[in-house]
Structures are given as structure tokens and as C-alpha cells.
């Protein structure tokens, strides 16, 4: 992980709205009701369910995932006419051990290898 891939993860999860959605989407079985298209884990949350649960625009939510998927924290996949979207795991665990090998004053440097 090197500083632009950092700051663009963190400046995605600086907005409240983002920050939410993605927690969401770490647990979609548990914040949205099952799809009649794709499966909540494998494929991702449609769109229109996150639209609906956090109440705002389908044009504000597009924008704000646009920003998850640049920062690399989400993926995304067509099914139809919808998108869905499903968190990168790998990538959300990487930022993480970065942040915990700061914390404990550790290299940061050996926590992406």
C-alpha cells in the first residue's frame, strides 16, 4: 500500500454516508433483504437496496460508490440493468493491518507484504 492508494481510502471513508454503506456491505445478510437477482455475498448489493436503506438518491448513492470503488474498497458487477456492489475484503484488511502496525509503532512498510 503506498500513500496515494492510502489517503484515496481514507478520504473515502471520511463521509459518514460511505462509511455506513460499506459497513452495510460487510454484513449484507444481516442489512438487506435477499435479491431476486444475484446473491448478496457472492455478487454483491443491488444498488436499489442500498438507495432505499440509507433513503437518498439513486444519482447521491452512485456517486458515493463511485468513490468506494476508486479508493478500491468496493468492487462492482452488472446483473441485468442494475449494478451491485460487494466490498474488496483483501483490501479493507490490508488498510487495517497497515493502521495496526502504526498503532503498535511496527513498520508499517512489512504490514503489505
Request: aromatic share 8%; hydrophobic share 40%.
Amino acid at each position: 500500500m503506498n500513500d496515494e492508494s492510502s489517503a484515496k481510502m481514507f478520504a473515502a471513508l471520511s463521509s459518514p454516508v460511505r462509511l455506513r454503506i460499506l459497513l452495510w456491505l460487510l454484513e449484507p445478510r444481516a442489512h438487506f433483504p435477499e435479491q431476486q437477482d444475484g446473491d448478496l455475498v457472492d455478487d454483491g448489493v443491488c444498488v436499489g437496496f442500498i438507495t432505499e436503506k440509507i433513503g437518498l438518491t439513486q444519482p447521491t448513492v452512485s456517486a458515493h460508490m463511485k468513490k468506494l470503488a476508486e479508493a478500491e474498497l468496493v468492487t462492482s458487477k452488472r446483473i441485468g440493468n442494475w449494478i451491485f456492489y460487494r466490498p474488496q475484503r483483501k483490501k479493507l484488511k490490508i488498510l487495517g493491518n497497515w493502521l495496526l502496525c502504526a498503532a503498535d509503532n511496527s513498520s508499517v512498510e512489512n504490514s503489505t507484504k
